[in-house]
C-alpha cells in the first residue's frame, strides 16, 4: 500500500482554507515531504512510505482561532484527554478515524526547532530547512526518517534562502546555538550517508548526489562561528547526555 493522497489533499485543503481566513498552518512532517518533492513520487512509492495523520505548524498566539478553525472543518478535541497535557500541542480526531496534530511555536521532541518568523517564508509546508531538521534531531532514528531524508536531500539543493533550497545559513545558525543539537543532526547525517550506500532502490549517481548535498551542508555547518560554551560543550561530547528523552506514544492509547 503506498500513500494515502486522501489525507495528502485534506492537509493542503485545510492550510489554503486557513490562509484565506487570515490563519496560518504549514504542513510538516511526511506529508510535506511528499509534497515538496513532486520529481521523486516514484520513488516515495517505492519506498511505500505511508501517510498515516496530519500535521501542523502554527503560532500560539493563533491558537484559539485555530481550535474553532478545525473544528469547523470537522474535527474535535478528544474528550478524554487532560486539558493542559500538551502545552505546545493540541490533537484533533476526525471521521475514519483521522488525526490532526498541532504543533505551536516550536517543535519540542529531542531538540527543540522554533517556528518563530520562519512559517510566512513557504507554503502549505514549513521551510524545507525545519523539514530536514525536524527529521535530523531524532536521536533514535528509524528507516522512514533516513528514507524522507534520503528523498529531500535528492530533490533539494544547499544553498541561501527559502525559495525551494534547504537554507544551510538556518541550519548552521541553529546548530551554533546548542552543541547537543549539532552533535544528533551530524550523526544523522553520517547515517544517511550509509543509508544511501546501502540502498538498492537508489540509482548509484543519485546517491553519490545525497552524499554530495550532506558533505555541502556539513561544510557550512563547520563554518559557523561556535560560542566558548558550546566549545565547552563540545570539549565533554557523548559522555554526558546531551539530548532531551522522548517517548513514542501510539495514537491507539488517545482512541
Known sequence: MGFDDSLVNEAVKLAENA??????????????????????QKLFETLDRKITDIDFAAYGKQKNAITKFISEHGYKQPQHLTIGAFVNREIFEGPEGKHIDVFFDKLEFCHTISFGGRLENDRPTIPLSELLLEK???VQI??????????????????????????????????????????????????????????????????????????????????????????????????????????????????
Not at 528509524?142 to 534520503?150: C, G, H, P
Request: proline share 3%.
Open 19 to 40: 490562509e484565506a481566513s487570515k490563519i496560518i498552518l504549514r504542513i510538516l512532517g511526511a506529508t510535506a515531504i511528499r509534497l515538496h518533492c513532486p520529481r521523486n
Open 136 to 138: 535530523m534531531q531524532i
Open 142 to 255: 528509524n528507516e522512514k526518517d533516513l528514507k524522507d531524508t534520503t528523498v529531500t536531500l535528492l530533490e533539494h539543493d544547499i544553498g541561501n534562502g527559502d525559495n525551494d533550497i534547504i537554507n544551510s545559513e538556518m541550519v548552521a545558525k541553529t546548530l551554533a546555538g546548542e552543541w547537543g543539537f549539532y552533535y544528533t543532526v551530524a550523526v544523522n547525517l553520517g547515517k544517511v550517508k550509509d543509508f544511501v550506500g546501502r540502498s538498492p532502490w537508489l540509482a548509484q549517481e543519485d546517491a553519490g548526489l545525497v552524499r554530495a548535498r550532506i558533505d555541502k551542508l556539513l561544510d557550512r555547518i563547520e563554518r559557523e562561528p561556535k560560542s566558548m560554551g558550546w566549545k565547552m560543550r563540545a570539549k565533554v561530547g557523548p559522555k554526558r547526555k546531551w539530548y532531551r528523552e522522548v517517548e513514542e506514544v501510539d495514537r491507539a492509547e488517545w482512541l
